[in-house]
């Protein structure tokens, strides 16, 4: 069976969203490189995840064979979203750098996708270990996209960058471990430091998928 490629775009931008043409830049090298693997592809702007809501915690806690009807309707795309997520190999994410954090069309997506009993399992009486991943060996490329610079480790905004943080730890959670992180910055300033910046992605993004070959 072919191996899977799931690649989400979460900026409202077209075709000024440099997440957006660095991560296409991406899957068309992670294509060319490696022929086995098929393409899915979600744009959260074209389809977006609701926000969850009251009945969608409700029905999430309900076992399945106690779920209503409505509780089942509630979860209808939550289901959808989180057996896509299970059906790739690989997740390639572009992603801007909003307020210091994710876009909130990607944390909709995120608060559909983690699930108990299906993306964790909770186990209160394993006091070592209550929280149980269940997503097991997927890599993730995420290709974030910046207004300012210096988000990067030991550089001079790391403190403020909240967004490579917070998808280490939601996806970590339910198990993907293994996240390379490509930063284009400089957005706001254009010009040549823009320029510089999205060549340096590049070159990352190069030395990426030749790490894989
Ligand atoms: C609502 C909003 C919030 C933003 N917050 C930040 C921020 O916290 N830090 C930053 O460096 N740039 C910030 N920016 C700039 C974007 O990260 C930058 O324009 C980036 O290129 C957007 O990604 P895109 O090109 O894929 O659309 C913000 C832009 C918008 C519209």
């Given at each position: 069976m072919k191996k899977k490629l799931l690649h989400i775009d979460s900026s409202p931008?077209?075709?000024?969203?440099h997440s957006r043409s660095l991560s296409l830049l991406f899957r068309e090298k992670w294509l060319d490189n490696f022929p086995e693997f098929d393409l899915m592809y979600r744009d959260l702007y074209v389809t977006p995840p609701p926000h969850v809501d009251e009945n969608w915690i409700a029905a999430a806690f309900t076992p399945p064979t106690k779920r209503t009807i409505h509780h089942t309707q509630a979860l209808e795309i939550s289901d959808h979203l989180v057996d896509q997520f299970f059906e790739a190999d690989y997740y390639l994410l572009g992603v801007p750098m909003y307020n210091f954090g994710m876009p909130s069309i990607l944390k909709a997506y995120i608060d559909n996708i983690?699930?108990?009993?299906?993306t964790f399992l909770f186990t209160?009486?394993?006091?070592?270990?209550?929280y149980k991943p269940l997503v097991k060996g997927k890599k993730m490329f995420v290709v974030v996209a910046t207004?300012?610079?210096?988000?990067?480790?030991?550089?001079?905004?790391e403190p403020m960058n909240h967004l490579e943080p917070h998808l280490r730890t939601a996806f970590g959670f339910i198990g993907v471990e293994d996240i390379r992180f490509i930063y284009s910055g400089n957005d706001e300033f254009g010009g040549e430091r823009l320029e510089k910046s999205i060549q340096q992605a590049i070159h990352k993004m190069e030395d990426e998928v030749c790490s894989f070959v």
């Open positions: 931008r077209k075709e000024r969203s983690i699930r108990v009993n299906r209160p009486e394993d006091k070592e270990a209550p207004g300012d610079h210096g988000y990067q480790k030991g550089e001079i905004l």
